[in-house]
């Protein structure tokens, strides 16, 4: 079989991946241990975050004509790629986490929605809480004032149910 043939279905793999995929993070792994690489992998699972480690070349081959071509620079040395399927942020997020323990891992780069970030990008784009937290926090917010206003409304309710009383 031919070399061609032997990339081709990874090449697939890492391109079927990064269609569904709403981020990319290409990280550094050097210095991890089995272990540390075992509970990041676990993380990033439960996050629904997939979690690769590819051969630059295939990563260059399946990220042609997409947004995530713009990582080609940053494809060089042990090279591990996170794709965010569902939440954009996770895989920074998550990563970010796991290096305050383990420094051992670093950001290279990143697209997120299309958008290309460097290393320290990832580590703003990191701190972006997840959707469903930024969710609950403006229903929360907006919640608030029409709370506050039922309770003002339900005192003067009660101070004028008193006046009443007393007459």
Known sequence: MAKVELKKPVVDEI???AEKATSAVLVDYRGLTVEQDTILRKNLREAGVVYKVYKNTMLHLAFEGTDYAQLDSN????????FGMDDATAPARIIKEFAKTNPAIEFKAGVVEGTYYDADGMKTIADIPSREVLISRLLGSMQSPIANLARVLKQIAEKGDGAAAAE
């Open 15 to 17: 391109k079927n991946y």
């Open 75 to 82: 494809l060089e040395g042990p090279t591990a790629v996170a």
